[in-house]
């Protein structure tokens, strides 16, 4: 069973930046795949990106070249650093891990609660 513990939501004007974070209960193993989506409301739940074991990385098309994931295993947390966001990304985001690459699907088995974020002047 891996919990998983989102955070660095809040509040920003266009334009600006975000690093969230999750942070695993525990180690996760080196087989595990690592996402980050977002749930907006009205809307169905989105991939962001995603992240394997070594590094290997996948984004959608709407964050490429504004979203990067990256993770810390000594830390056993995930981030996804987010700048020049839009209005549009406001949405509740959301962290997931598995032992299968669902990629940007959201059939991955362990989720977190999820951290608010705002973009509005």
């Known amino acids: 069973q891996v919990q998983l513990v989102e955070s660095g939501g809040g509040s920003v004007q266009p334009g600006g930046s975000l690093r969230l974070s999750c942070t695993a209960s525990r180690s996760t193993p080196e087989n595990y795949f690592m996402a980050w989506f977002l749930h907006a409301p009205g809307k169905e739940r989105e991939g962001v990106a995603t992240?394997?074991?070594?590094?290997?990385?996948g984004y959608a098309d709407a964050v490429k070249g504004r979203f990067t994931i990256s993770q810390d295993k000594a830390k056993n947390t995930l981030y996804l650093q987010m700048n020049s966001l839009k209005s549009e990304d406001t949405a509740m985001y959301y962290c997931a891990a598995d032992r299968i690459w669902w990629w940007l699907s959201a059939n991955y088995t362990y989720w977190g609660q999820g951290t608010q974020v705002t973009v509005s002047s």
């Open positions: 992240i394997d074991s070594i590094g290997s990385r």
